[in-house]
């Protein structure tokens, strides 16, 4: 990372990196987030579709900097808006240098899994599935 990019001068040895919560609407994603900042950061509700940009938690520490972004959840898209979402979901995965793929242990694989898969083929970063 340079100071051209970032504005800011980074220690030596400073290690960063952005990690990309992805999944179906309502997975989990916003909770992991705030489980992860150890605040809430993103609004959590029982209603699918509530996060519909990138929510933003940044943990710093001495010698390295995690940029965890959360999602919009990844489905077929229905509408214009449901379009808009998927696309920033989508757009968050080219960023990531690493990407978690939440799941719902307890629900069958459905065809948005199968859309999730196609749309982590895509892109070079490897997805674990937690």
Excluded: C
């Excluded at 950061?41 to 972004?69: D, N, S």
Aim: charged share 20%.
């Amino acid at each position: 990372m340079s100071e051209e990019i970032t504005g800011y001068d980074v220690p030596e040895g400073h290690k960063s990196g952005i990690v990309a919560l992805v999944g179906r609407p309502n997975v989990g994603k916003s909770t992991l987030l705030n489980a992860f900042m150890q605040q809430k950061i993103a609004i959590v509700t029982p209603r699918p579709q509530t996060t519909r940009v990138r929510q933003l938690g940044i943990i710093t520490e001495p010698h390295y900097q995690m940029v965890f972004m959360d999602t919009p959840g990844l489905m077929k898209p229905r509408h214009k808006l449901d379009e808009y979402m998927v696309a920033t979901a989508v757009e968050t995965l080219q960023d990531a240098d690493v990407i978690l793929w939440l799941v719902d242990g307890n629900e069958p694989v459905g065809s948005s899994d199968q859309i999730i898969a196609e749309r982590l083929r895509a892109v070079e970063t490897e997805a674990t599935i937690i």
